[in-house]
């Protein structure tokens, strides 16, 4: 095994192939989904332009469902052009590379520390993937201005803010009013959803969730951590978003328990605030307005995909794994070199590479709503959006 690994030896197109051959249920599970999938014309761009790293994909958009003209033999006809779309796409690349020395084979009897490397390297990469992805999804979730907004508001749903606390959390209807209320009627493109533990174990309490098994090599059936939620392939994670929000007051009705009266000063007792002390929270709020203290608590974010959500493409480097040895240092070593080079699109979002700094856009930069526009037709006036009902991308925002 060790051969293997020798620099002289060392088989770069064979290596690539072999770590493309292991098997990672997770991450397989994700990309059998559907919600991140390739994209031909994503790498044909790529491929065939002289500065691979930001570009743009022209496409039609949708003919105004204006009302049509009255066909009486008096009435002229009307006419309407179409609208013409870009959507700004680009590469990261990641590197990495591990060294293990000679002397650590030698002293431990001959543990092949460079195969333990190897064997780890699938799960690191798909680790990867996966903060890319919720870079993505935190950048375009952050997104502010016309158009912008509509798809922010409309596809989130922040039950964490309710008073209740059994309601701020999960239950039998969140998954649906959620996809409805993004994509109404085409709420059927939805097909995954990513959750932190916490969200499923809710899930798992009150029976909402189904846990999924799979049959090993020697046929003996195993339980994955895979479940399904109203049909919805379910991949729990704790990497989702936690946030812990500090006590703040949130406005509420005189009747629920425990509110509180704004007065413009002079508060007394227990049910009444002055307004210096809430606008801090609300900043419109008025005097004689009524408010709750909502008491500190973490909000988990839960994101559900659908079909084609995000387009993820390997575009490769010219030397994805290499192998390097020193002879010399700490009595020799062997260092194993890897690189990585993915292009990004997401339907509906357009790259505008306002904010990046090189030719790889960092995870900050992902991150960085700048960075990320709804598609529109560019116009300096009255722009036109992409219909945000056709983005498969929402997310639920809860107390576990």
Known sequence: MAKQFNAKTFNEEAF?????????????????????????ELRNLFANQTGSYFGTIPFY???????????????????DSTVTYTQGVFVYGRAKGWTEKDFSYDITGGVDFMSNVRDKLIKY??????????????????MTGKGNVDFVNNHTNNIAQLIDDAAAKVGPTSLNTTIQKACGD??????????????STNLE????????????????????????????LVIVDDSMPTVVVDAKYIRCDKSVQGAKLVKESGASGDGEVNKADVVGDISDIAADEYVYLLPQHTEYTTYVLGNGAINLEDIGAKVPYEMARDPKKNG???TLYTRKRKAVAVPGFSWTNKSVASLSPTKAEIENPSNWELIND?????????DHKAIAIA??????
């Open 125 to 142: 990469w798909y680790n990867v993937d996966q903060d890319t992805l919720l870079a993505i999804l935190k950048g375009i979730f952050s």
């Open 205 to 232: 309490n009150m029976n909402l969730i189904e846990r999924l098994k799979y049959t090993d090599a020697q046929g003996i059936q195993r339980d994955l951590e895979l479940y399904t939620w109203n049909g919805r």
């Open 16 to 40: 690539g192939r072999y770590m493309q051959a292991v098997p990672d249920v997770k991450r397989n599970k994700l990309l059998e989904s559907g919600a991140v999938t390739g994209n031909a």
């Open 186 to 199: 085409n709420k059927g493109v939805f097909n995954l959803a990513i959750m932190h533990s916490q969200v």
């Open 395 to 400: 997310r639920i925002i809860s107390r576990g």
């Open 378 to 386: 560019g116009s300096t006036s009255a722009k036109k959006y992409y």
């Open 332 to 334: 020799g070593e062997d």
């Open 61 to 79: 958009g949708n003919l105004d469902q204006t009302e049509p003209d009255n066909y009486d033999g008096s009435t002229d006809i009307s006419a």
